[in-house]
């Protein structure tokens, strides 16, 4: 499979397990302990219960589009427009956005049954993996 070129996400502390994760083909978000609440993006504490005491847990992988746009507008010389943005609420709740792998804009539908796929991507400094959405 050709690898997508796109740019490398900023790596902060709390977004370093995430991306790491993912090159393992897993889905993983934080968990309360607490009060089991999952959230994205990544960060210090729940912010449901403001507990510290959280996992990394792995994802379905599952959701369902809640929103979606075009981009026309050229932001990152890697990738060419136009292009989907996805909008997807996870089963255990947090939304993630990225794009979507074989749909078409008209195609788009409210409430869309969506899976994460890990596609090769390519950067300046080397291969790795990103996250999509597919259709179910
Ligand atoms: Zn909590």
Redesign the pocket.
């Known amino acids: 499979m050709t690898a997508l070129a796109r740019p490398r996400p900023i790596m902060g502390v709390y977004e370093k397990p995430f991306w790491e994760a993912v090159q393992q083909r897993e889905l993983r978000l934080q968990r309360?302990r607490?009060?089991d609440?999952v959230w994205y993006p990544p960060g210090p504490v729940?912010p449901?219960?403001l507990?510290d005491d959280w996992r990394w847990d792995r994802m379905s992988g599952r959701g369902r589009v809640i929103a979606w746009t075009v981009f026309h507008r050229q932001y990152f010389r890697e990738l060419p427009v136009p292009y989907l943005v996805v909008s997807v609420a996870l089963e255990e709740g947090p939304l993630l956005i990225a794009n979507i792998l074989g749909v078409e804009p008209a195609a788009m539908r409210l409430d869309m049954a969506v899976h994460v796929e890990f596609e090769p991507a390519r950067s300046a400094d080397g291969d790795w993996l990103i996250y999509q959405w597919a259709p179910d």
């Open positions: 309360c607490n009060c609440h729940c449901s219960c507990s």
